[in-house]
Structure formats: C-alpha cells, structure tokens
C-alpha cells in the first residue's frame, strides 16, 4: 500500500480536532505538565522556517510527556497586541482588530490578497496544540488580565525588610503614625524625610506625590530609546546599529515622561530563586546574566576646566589608579557642555 501524506494527514488531523485529542484535562489524577512556547507576531506574511524550528522541538517534548502518562497543557496562541500588529495595520492602511482576525483565522485583505491564516498553517504541520485554550492578546478577555496586574503593582511597595510587596495603603498607615524615617523601602533616591505630623498636614495631591516615589509603577522622567518614525519607545534588543529592528527608522536618546517599574526591587529574589529550580546551569546563568546584578562602587571624575563631573560605575575600583583616558558615548548630555567647537 502506497503511503499518500496528504490523505492520511487530513484524516488524523480531523479526528485530532473532533475528539480534542491534546485537550488537557481539568480534572485528571495524572502529574500536570505545562509546555509554553513563544507566540508568534501575526503578520500577512504568515508562518516562516523560523516557527516551526522551535515548535516541532516541544511538541516532541509534549508528545514525549504525554507517552510517560502525563496531563499535558501545551496551549498555543498570538502575540497580536502590540507594536507588529500595529505597524502591520498602519503599512496596510487597515484597522489592527481587521488586520489581526483576517491574518490568523484567514481570509481575504483590503487588497483582495489571499491570507492562508496562522491557525490553518499551524494546523497543517500537525501540531499537538491544545485549541480549546488558545490566547490572543488583543482579547479584552486576556489583556484585562495585564491591566489587573498593572494595577495591583501601582497599588503596591516593595519592604526592603521582609522582602515582599505590600499593599500601598498600609504605607500609608505608617507615614501617618511615625512618618518615613524607619521605612525601609525601594524607592526614588531623593524622597525627603518627614515626620507623622508634616505627613498628616499634607495636601492630597502632596501625599500622592509622595506615594509616587513608593509605588512599584510609577511615572518619571526618564531616558529612552525614542523612535519617531513608529511613534513608540522601543528597547534595547529592538535596536540594530542605531535604527530600529522593524522598520529600519533612526532611533534618538530623549527624556520622556514614563511609566515604570521597580522590577530591580525583586533581583535578589529571583537569583535566590535560581537554586530551587531544576534548570542546566548554563540556562541559569544566561538568567543571572539577565537580571544583570554588579556589585561595585560609582566614582566620580572632575572634567578639567568645568565644573562638570562624570560618574563611573566599576566593579574593580582597586585599579582605578590606572586609568588613563575616559570615553564618553557620543549621545551623553556632557558631550555637548565639555566639546568645544575645535575638538
């Protein structure tokens, strides 16, 4: 009997859908195993080679799981909220909500093309994809989920003391009984010590803006990567050779007002963290690497001439008594105040 792919896919992939074959199981006895991978940006162009190299990888891994007699959740979904998808509606000139369905579930664009669709593709290359928890993050039903988060962290301060957040309003019960003195806290550098009665004459505007240098999300001044041509702050990793990744448009160095958050506050947990999980070590140092914790010391140099000083942060300041020249990166605000016209 002749092997024919085409017949016999079709036939699996259609009982696989009917009898949600890898569906996991809320309520089994078996040993849960959760397998997660990276959601893919759906663009009109669909799926590339690049998709399926690590896919085909933890399915095996699932499958594997699966034949060893465990519950297995392997959910797939769609990064569809966010700066890709935006771009893709802006380039098309359609709405990112169109643009989105028509490129994962399939179907036709605004300029009569063909879309295969994201779902189809994957379906097709036979993933063990468990659909009936499939995630799309422009879902007000997933990305609700996120806001809760962002608010829990804006209504929280992290207590240097006990290691953990707390709910912001019991800093408040303590600013009102003793003042801030004795709170050991991750916050802005340049809060002001005050006692329970200066705190307690505030305004609720003053108290708010207090609160704001506590607060684990919080709006500040700060230096970003600034890219006017998509019209959105981009990171680090988003920027090749001075322009950005997607799209090639110059980046600039700029303040702007920004939410943040103090997720620096939690790297001595996460470090600790590394040594009760069963990770090879060469994962848990890329994550070490990552949280990028360095104990040094900041020194400062006085510029010759100005009353400018450039602060230096080294892990070995036992040799500073051998530097010879200092560099500074062509967008440092100093360049322009100790550059002269000559230079």
Request: with cysteine.
């Amino acid at each position: 009997m002749k092997y024919n792919p085409n017949e016999i896919e079709e036939k699996w992939q259609k009982y696989w859908a009917k009898n949600q074959t890898f569906a996991a199981s809320n309520n089994s006895d078996k040993p849960k195993h959760y397998v997660l991978d990276m959601f893919p940006y759906p663009s009109g162009a669909g799926l590339h080679v690049g998709h399926p190299l690590g896919y085909i990888a933890s399915d095996v891994y699932s499958r594997f799981k699966r034949h060893q007699g465990f519950n297995v959740l392997h959910p797939m979904g769609y990064d569809s909220f966010g700066l890709p998808a935006e771009q893709y509606a802006i380039q098309t000139g359609q709405r990112p909500e169109d643009t989105t369905r028509v490129n994962i579930d399939g179907g036709v664009d605004k300029e009569g093309k063909q879309i295969a669709g994201y779902r189809k593709q994957l379906d097709k290359i036979g993933f063990s994809f468990d659909w009936s928890r499939e995630v799309r993050t422009s879902n007000p039903d997933y990305y609700k989920h996120t806001q809760w988060i962002f608010i829990q962290l804006f209504n929280s301060w992290y207590c240097k003391k006990q290691g953990k957040a707390f709910d912001i309003s019991e800093l408040v019960t303590v600013f009102e009984e003793s003042g801030n003195a004795l709170v050991e806290a991750v916050c802005d550098d340049n809060v002001a010590i005050f006692a329970a009665a200066e705190w307690n004459s505030y305004s609720e505007d003053q108290k708010e803006k207090i609160l704001l240098q506590y607060r684990m999300t919080y709006l500040a001044e700060t230096e970003v990567n600034w890219c006017p041509g998509l019209g959105t702050v981009l990171a680090n990793d988003e920027i090749v050779n001075g322009v950005s990744e997607r799209g090639g448009y110059p980046v600039i160095r700029k303040k702007m007002t920004q939410w943040s958050m103090r997720i620096s506050a939690y790297a001595e947990r996460l470090l600790q963290g590394l040594n009760d999980i069963d990770w090879s070590e060469s994962i848990k140092e890329s994550q070490r690497n990552w949280i990028g914790k360095s104990v040094g010391a900041m020194v400062s140099f006085h510029v010759k001439n100005h009353d400018e000083v450039i602060d230096v942060f080294t892990t070995r300041p036992d040799t500073i008594f051998g530097v010879t020249f200092m560099t500074l990166a062509p967008e440092h605000p100093l360049v322009s105040k100790i550059v002269t016209e000559e230079q």
